[in-house]
């Protein structure tokens, strides 16, 4: 039990007093060449802190929405794969029934030329 006097609420209250005291003593009883780089550098580090952390955070948004898209998109992925499978299946007969058909003329042709060429 803490007491009537030391609960949260009088620990709310308090804090801004407190830190314009702390911040008081600090600059009354630390150069300002020292404290003055120290704060700047303090600050830098959370900064930097802040800026790694949203990188984090934003890169693991990313990755979760690229895995959801990719989850989402797969009955439509496997579809058109197959269709395109399909089209090159397709694709290939005609053309091997083409390649076929020129062959076959090419023979009819060597035939014709030789028949003729007997008869004459």
Same mark, same amino acid.
């Given at each position: 039990m803490g007491g009537i006097f *030391?609960?949260?609420?009088?620990? !709310?209250l308090s804090l801004p007093l !407190?830190? +314009?005291c702390t911040i008081y003593a600090f600059f009354k009883? /630390? &150069?300002?060449? *020292? #404290? /003055? &780089?120290?704060? !700047? #550098? +303090? #600050? *830098? *580090?959370f900064q930097l802190r802040a800026r790694i952390l949203a990188r984090r955070a934003e890169k693991a948004q990313n990755e979760i929405d690229e895995s959801l898209v990719k989850d989402l998109t797969a009955d439509e992925d496997r579809a058109k794969a197959k269709a395109e499978a399909k089209a090159t299946k397709k694709q290939n007969k005609a053309q091997e029934q083409l390649r076929q058909r020129l062959a076959a003329e090419k023979k009819a042709g060597v035939r014709g030329a030789g028949a003729e060429g007997t008869g004459e």
């Open positions: *030391f609960n949260q609420e009088n620990l !709310i !407190i830190s +314009v009883y /630390v &150069p300002l060449q *020292f #404290g /003055v &780089p120290a704060v !700047i #550098g +303090v #600050g *830098f *580090f």
